[in-house]
């Protein structure tokens, strides 16, 4: 019997090898048909070797080429998108594509290239998009030439010291021109004369000296950047047609009358970082097209007279107005958006909004506003969302907030002030749904303890009052808020004795969504400081503790200084109870403080449940601590160029298990994110067992292909990362780049006193042989 069975596997074995039309080269990425494949090397490879002759899309990064030779790419025939990034490419050979004639998409950015020849492009006549953005290129004449399909063409970050009437010969497609952070200080007459179809040009961070006319590009050019060159007055030279004009950081401090009359198709308009302190009186005026115009970050004393009427959107930010007369938005009765956060606004005088009958959204945040009169919003009849978080807010009429019978969104957070209010002051809100009062202690403090005011707050369906210093809530403050749907009510002091049962039933039954809830944490008793809420039982219960009066505001020194000597510091539980790093919300990630050694040793065996995987986007966003030991943070670079803050902690307890398939099997543990990281390659992280910080013993994976399972446990230390020899290396010179999918399992059993963090093991592997 063993034996058919043993011939049918053979056989089904064969057959699939003979369906596999080709192998997918090591570290490499590709897809079931081979014709996308993605590799990155560790900057000591020069070329992959067997890719694959169906490729039609290939990703190449970090390789040291040096120089892109024609027999690289050869055998690549059915190529139509290249990319070789971060690969030390120098030199391109002009016959290097020669065997790439239906190339439409090129990236060498990143690179070393510092000039062009004339004749390096001339064997890709289908060309539509040309990345060689962050090389160092200085020289760069008629290498187009040969380009006439091209239709993208992005030259931002590099050293390009001037542009000539050669500069861009035979471009006569080209749409997209990004000459960004170049050395460019000046542009012959007739550069641009050829480029006929451009409509979106970028020569921002350039030293120019002169700008020559640009006016023969025609109607198409509608988008211009002449952001940060030094101009000190506004150019005189471009193409009337022109649409959306960006002229920020340059050193403007003064707008005339008449400045942008040659500009009559304005719609957008960018004056942001400069150092204007004076628009004259209609000196805008006339752009009957403009509709949105950024003048954040200057010296603008009061609202410029006689803006457009065509305004949509007015962007005023950082600048230095300190009050708002009546009428100061005369005749922007189309503004819908209006931006003057972090001004020096104390005063809003009567019918200072008036003419905003279309007005929806007001950001008045970070001024000085102490006092809000009768009516002082009365005419923004349509106004949907108010923003006057961060004033120093004194005196609320109880008639404000007439008018706003269709606000929608309304935030005072941050306002640290005692805030004298009418208890009516809601009443005229019928449709308020979101109320955001995060950090505003003493305003949240009058409102929770005013049953006049919460009845007019049952609408609300998003509540947040983070970070507030609540101990407790008023039994029936669910009750005022029957259509609440979202509340975020973690980074508060909640002292969990009897009283609270209500609440931790309430987040465990209702329908209520309560965002971050493994955050909403007891401060007190100290028998489940820390413990979430959501985690409490019944025998937490048991011995009451004296409770506070309802909805008491303590401060956190005060539920804190009994703490025991070997406890966390108030500080510690300070930064315990701000929000860290988002968490899926099926991994859950423990913190309780640890008592004495006995109890983490004791509980080493016990092995929790584990639920079904999902996937995480994003590794970084799972590496959470909330231990009670020191903190310290590191950012990581992601592929897009934001960047994610990583809280670690330098002694920690910690587990994690991995499971995968790999063709090869270079391991490198790591427990401690060094800057260089982008991403980390995980294929699976199981929550498995806890071990103590004592543990010291590294377990790197088999060489031999095939499946295997690892548990790996290291100690949190500055050398816990290795070269694929199990040598410690410099974290500095490893950087991390490639990512392949990651699968987390979330934990449902929660043990007491225990200090856990999630650990990451990053592997070099080959991504091909990946299980789906």
């Not at 035979?170 to 997209?176: D, N």
């Not at 907030?401 to 957070?413: E, V």
């Not at 509340?487 to 465990?508: A, E, F, P, T, Y």
Request: net charge negative; proline share 4%.
């Amino acid at each position: 019997m063993l034996l058919p069975v043993l011939l049918t596997l053979a056989l089904l074995a064969i057959t699939n090898i003979c369906n596999t039309t080709f192998v997918c080269p090591s570290s490499c990425y590709c897809d079931d048909k081979g014709e996308y494949v993605s590799c990155v090397g560790d900057g000591l490879w020069r070329f992959p070797e067997d890719i694959p002759n169906s490729t039609i899309r290939l990703e190449l990064r970090n390789y040291l080429i040096n120089e892109l030779l024609s027999q690289d790419l050869c055998e690549l025939e059915a190529l139509e998108e290249l990319k070789l990034q971060q690969s030390h490419i120098e030199t391109v050979y002009n016959a290097t594509f020669a065997s790439n004639p239906k190339l439409e998409g090129l990236d060498l950015s990143q690179n070393s290239l510092t000039s062009l020849s004339s004749s390096i492009f001339k064997d890709l006549p289908r060309l539509r998009h040309l990345d060689l953005s962050s090389n160092l290129i200085e020289f760069m004449e008629e290498a187009f030439v040969d380009l006439l399909n091209l239709e993208q063409l992005n030259l931002r970050d590099n050293r390009l010291p001037q542009l000539t009437t050669h500069s861009f010969v035979g471009l006569h497609k080209i749409q997209y021109l990004n000459l960004d952070a170049n050395n460019i200080s000046t542009i012959e007459v007739g550069t641009f004369q050829y480029l006929t179809n451009l409509a979106h040009l970028i020569i921002s961070n350039n030293p120019l000296t002169t700008l020559s006319r640009l006016d023969f590009f025609g109607s198409r050019l509608q988008y211009i950047d002449i952001s940060h060159v030094g101009l000190d007055r506004v150019p005189q030279s471009l193409t009337k047609f022109v649409r959306d004009l960006r002229l920020a950081k340059n050193n403007l401090t003064h707008i005339s009358a008449g400045d942008f009359d040659s500009y009559p198709y304005l719609g957008l308009l960018v004056l942001d970082d400069n150092c204007v302190s004076e628009i004259e009186n209609d000196a805008l005026g006339r752009q009957e097209y403009l509709m949105r115009l950024w003048l954040n970050g200057n010296c603008l004393t009061k609202v410029p007279p006689n803006l457009p009427p065509s305004l949509l959107a007015l962007y005023m930010e950082e600048n230095k107005l300190t009050s708002l007369t009546s009428y100061s938005f005369k005749g922007l009765m189309h503004l819908e958006q209006l931006f003057l956060q972090r001004n020096e606004i104390r005063d809003l005088e009567p019918c200072a909004f008036c003419d905003l009958v279309n007005l929806k959204s007001l950001d008045l945040q970070a001024n000085q506003i102490e006092n809000l009169t009768v009516g002082v919003f009365s005419n923004l009849t349509q106004l949907e969302t108010l923003d006057l978080s961060q004033n120093n807010l004194k005196v609320m009429d109880a008639r404000c907030f007439d008018g706003l019978s269709l606000l929608i969104t309304l935030q005072m957070s941050r306002v640290h002030s005692s805030v004298q209010m009418d208890e009516a002051m809601f009443d005229p809100l019928h449709n308020l749904q979101t109320l955001e009062v995060y950090d505003s202690s003493l305003l949240v403090h009058t409102i929770l303890n005013s049953t006049r005011i919460l009845h007019g707050l049952r609408k609300v369906q998003e509540l947040n009052i983070m970070h507030n210093r609540i101990v407790k809530l008023r039994p029936d403050f669910s009750s005022f808020f029957p259509s609440l749907k979202l509340i975020k009510m973690s980074g508060n002091l909640w002292n969990c004795d009897q009283d609270i049962k209500w609440l931790v039933n309430w987040i465990k039954q209702s329908n209520v969504q309560f965002y971050s809830s493994f955050n909403i944490r007891c401060a007190t008793p100290e028998s489940v400081v820390f413990k979430p809420l959501m985690m409490l039982t019944d025998s937490d219960f048991e011995t009451e503790s004296t409770s506070a009066s309802t909805t008491e505001i303590v401060t956190l020194a005060a539920t804190t200084t009994q703490l025991t000597e070997n406890r966390t510091t108030v500080d510690q539980v300070a930064t315990m109870f701000k929000e860290t790093s988002s968490v899926p919300s099926s991994v859950s990630t423990y913190s309780e403080s640890t008592r004495d050694t006995t109890s983490i040793e004791r509980i080493i065996s016990t092995k929790p449940t584990v639920s079904d995987a999902v996937p995480v986007t994003n590794p970084t966003e799972i590496l959470e601590s909330t231990i009670s030991s020191t903190y310290h943070t590191s950012e990581t670079p992601n592929s897009d160029g934001t960047t994610t803050q990583n809280v670690l902690s330098p002694t920690s307890t910690f587990f994690f298990k991995m499971r995968g398939k790999y063709q090869t099997a270079q391991g490198k543990i790591l427990t401690e994110f060094p800057t260089t990281v982008e991403t980390t390659t995980v294929h699976e992280l199981l929550l498995e067992k806890r071990f103590p910080s004592t543990t010291s013993k590294n377990i790197r994976p088999s060489d031999v292909p095939g499946s295997f399972n690892v548990t790996a446990f290291a100690r949190v230390s500055n050398s816990s990362l290795m070269d694929k020899h199990g040598l410690p290396i410099k974290s500095s010179q490893t950087p991390l780049r490639h990512s392949s999918r990651l699968r987390v399992e979330s934990n449902t059993h929660y043990v007491d006193h225990t200090m856990i963090i999630l650990a990451i093991l990053a592997l070099d592997v080959s991504c091909s042989e990946l299980e789906p």
